[in-house]
């Protein structure tokens, strides 16, 4: 199916010379096709030899940056930017430089710190850094400084986005930059065994407290006796405790920007489940994130395609519309985009399928040029 769709078409306005855009279309078509980032296994889904193959895409990756292509992924259009990290295990990768101990202490692997636009009921990453306890031991860096490299690394590209994180970022140093840089924020707070100091403009305390089932905001804070801040909670029925978030923005409005930050969470279970993601095998980190820039292309690209596809097959149900129409509406539901595009057979006819890609298509090339007329939802 995927081998009828000309994904080079697309690839074409990520990379700029035609040799270069040549192989990376194969590349990204056989990640998608091997459904894993291993060379092995990328080389036997590439026409010819699979050990020409496997030195093709090693020099592939010597002599390009696919990071750069994935920055022009970056939606202009939408009003804010999903963060967060997902543990990546390695777990026989005892002797990779890039390779440490994960947040349990036992099993091996790294994080990885994404970031992206929301795109349905997924997110279109556009940048990203990799680190780990052991990469952090040998260099003189931290947790906190990582974080504030991609941000740096994309400051100029995410301009006055709102900047939407989760509770590992609840930190003073990272929010301080973030008003000094003026870039509005939402994050979630991490309250701990200990609530974190909050003082009002009396310079008193603030105990922040939320009824089971209300809302509840809190105005003109300073964060740590410093980051001047607006605190935001809500605790849903059925929840055993309270969501709280911290921002420069109007606290009832962050709450429901908040909530869309589950989409990013998504993307990291379809890369792990569909992509294989945690299959990653590169020995050094550079070629490793140049890799993972190829997997995080081929995701995007498989994810626009495969929502249009469950549109088309199994799209909502509109009032009126018959027990079949239902039936497909539940599917429509049930499946994602990738998922439809990677384990289900496309059931359109050629014409049907043309049409779809070229849609697509249409919508990619606005989105990397310019642009995005968003008939799509976010």
């Given at each position: 199916?995927?081998?009828?769709?000309?994904?080079?078409?697309?690839?074409?306005?990520?990379?700029?010379?035609?040799?270069?855009?040549?192989?990376?279309?194969?590349?990204?078509?056989?990640?998608?096709?091997?459904?894993?980032?291993?060379?092995?296994?990328?080389?036997?889904?590439?026409?010819?030899?699979?050990?020409?193959?496997?030195?093709?895409?090693?020099?592939?990756?010597?002599?390009?940056?696919?990071?750069?292509?994935?920055?022009?992924?970056?939606?202009?259009?939408?009003?804010?930017?999903?963060?967060?990290?997902?543990?990546?295990?390695?777990?026989?990768?005892?002797?990779?430089?890039?390779?440490?101990?994960?947040?349990?202490?036992?099993?091996?692997?790294?994080?990885?710190?994404?970031?992206?636009?929301?795109?349905?009921?997924?997110?279109?990453?556009?940048?990203?850094?990799?680190?780990?306890?052991?990469?952090?031991?040998?260099?003189?860096?931290?947790?906190?400084?990582?974080?504030?490299?991609?941000?740096?690394?994309?400051?100029?590209?995410?301009?006055?986005?709102?900047?939407?994180?989760?509770?590992?970022?609840?930190?003073?140093?990272?929010?301080?930059?973030?008003?000094?840089?003026?870039?509005?924020?939402?994050?979630?707070?991490?309250?701990?065994?200990?609530?974190?100091?909050?003082?009002?403009?009396?310079?008193?305390?603030?105990?922040?407290?939320?009824?089971?089932?209300?809302?509840?905001?809190?105005?003109?804070?300073?964060?740590?006796?410093?980051?001047?801040?607006?605190?935001?909670?809500?605790?849903?029925?059925?929840?055993?405790?309270?969501?709280?978030?911290?921002?420069?923005?109007?606290?009832?409005?962050?709450?429901?920007?908040?909530?869309?930050?589950m989409k990013i969470e998504e993307s990291f279970k379809d890369l792990k489940s569909l992509l294989c993601i945690d299959k990653i095998m590169n020995k050094r980190q550079d070629n490793m994130e140049k890799m993972l820039a190829m997997v995080l292309l081929a995701y995007?690209?498989?994810?626009?395609?495969?929502?249009?596809?469950?549109?088309?097959?199994?799209?909502?149900?509109?009032?009126?519309?018959?027990?079949?129409?239902?039936?497909?509406?539940?599917?429509?539901?049930?499946?994602?985009?990738?998922?439809?595009?990677?384990?289900?057979?496309?059931?359109?006819?050629?014409?049907?399928?043309?049409?779809?890609?070229?849609?697509?298509?249409?919508?990619f090339i606005l989105l990397v040029h310019g642009y995005v007329r968003t008939y799509v939802r976010t």
């Amino acid at each position: 199916m995927l081998h009828r769709m000309k994904l080079q078409e697309f690839v074409q306005h990520l990379f700029d010379q035609p040799d270069i855009t040549r192989k990376a279309g194969l590349i990204i078509q056989a990640i998608l096709e091997a459904r894993s980032p291993r060379l092995s296994d990328l080389s036997h889904k590439l026409p010819g030899k699979p050990d020409a193959n496997y030195k093709m895409v090693q020099r592939f990756l010597a002599k390009v940056d696919p990071r750069q292509a994935l920055k022009r992924l970056f939606n202009a259009e939408v009003p804010f930017v999903l963060g967060d990290v997902t543990e990546i295990e390695r777990l026989q990768a005892r002797n990779t430089s890039y390779v440490g101990v994960l947040k349990d202490g036992k099993k091996r692997g790294f994080w990885l710190l994404v970031l992206a636009t929301p795109y349905r009921g997924r997110a279109l990453p556009f940048g990203f850094v990799s680190y780990s306890s052991r990469t952090l031991q040998d260099k003189p860096s931290s947790r906190n400084l990582e974080h504030r490299r991609c941000l740096r690394l994309l400051r100029n590209l995410i301009g006055d986005k709102i900047l939407v994180l989760d509770r590992e970022f609840s930190y003073a140093t990272l929010m301080q930059a973030l008003v000094e840089e003026g870039i509005p924020f939402v994050i979630r707070l991490n309250l701990g065994s200990h609530q974190p100091r909050l003082l009002n403009d009396a310079k008193q305390p603030v105990k922040l407290h939320v009824s089971r089932g209300k809302r509840v905001a809190y105005r003109g804070l300073r964060y740590k006796d410093t980051v001047p801040v607006n605190v935001a909670g809500l605790w849903r029925k059925g929840l055993k405790e309270p969501l709280w978030v911290i921002t420069n923005l109007e606290p009832e409005d962050a709450l429901d920007i908040y909530r869309q930050r589950m989409k990013i969470e998504e993307s990291f279970k379809d890369l792990k489940s569909l992509l294989c993601i945690d299959k990653i095998m590169n020995k050094r980190q550079d070629n490793m994130e140049k890799m993972l820039a190829m997997v995080l292309l081929a995701y995007s690209l498989g994810l626009m395609l495969g929502e249009a596809f469950r549109d088309r097959m199994y799209g909502p149900l509109h009032p009126g519309e018959d027990k079949q129409a239902a039936r497909s509406s539940r599917k429509w539901r049930l499946y994602s985009g990738l998922f439809v595009l990677l384990k289900q057979k496309i059931t359109l006819s050629a014409r049907d399928i043309r049409e779809v890609v070229s849609q697509v298509l249409e919508w990619f090339i606005l989105l990397v040029h310019g642009y995005v007329r968003t008939y799509v939802r976010t």
